[in-house]
């Protein structure tokens, strides 16, 4: 079951490390799987659900940042170039989407699954 507010939390954190620390975009999205699964509290399985989730909001808001951009960049060049820029930014856009929700999802989803396993441990009983 998903918890909304590790997936929230997650879907934060995953937007930060993009827009501000994109050198380093593979230990931030690393770090930040693990916080959800560790946020979830629900096994191994259920911190690779809810970090995945996480992930996949990132994506599509990072792809959806990404088309506007490049279409009003591409729009201040006149008529021909904002058709030009929104057709390329349109399918570049779609691919960006996969490919990056591919990656958010694989890279969060194997860390949170270690957070996950942690967190669920009952030390002591």
């Known amino acids: 079951m998903t918890n909304w507010r590790a997936v929230i939390i997650g879907f934060i954190l995953a937007v ?6 994109g050198h380093y975009e593979f230990i931030g999205l690393l770090i930040v799987g693990f916080i959800v699964g560790y946020i979830a509290h629900s096994g191994a399985l259920g911190g690779l659900w809810n970090a995945a989730v996480a992930g996949a909001f990132g994506t599509i808001v ?4 990404f088309v ?3 279409t009003v960049g591409s729009s201040l060049t006149g008529v021909l170039g904002g058709l030009t820029g929104f057709t390329i930014s349109g ?3 779609l691919f960006e989407v996969l490919m990056e929700l591919i990656y958010y999802a694989i890279v969060m989803g194997i860390t949170g699954a270690v957070g996950g396993a942690i967190s669920s441990k009952k030390y002591g009983s």
Do not use: M, Q, R, W
């Not at 930060?16 to 620390?21: C, D, H, I, P, R």
């Open 62 to 65: 990072s792809a959806i940042l």
């Open 91 to 93: 399918i570049t856009g």
């Open 68 to 70: 506007i951009l490049v």
């Open 16 to 21: 930060f490390v993009k827009a501000f620390f």
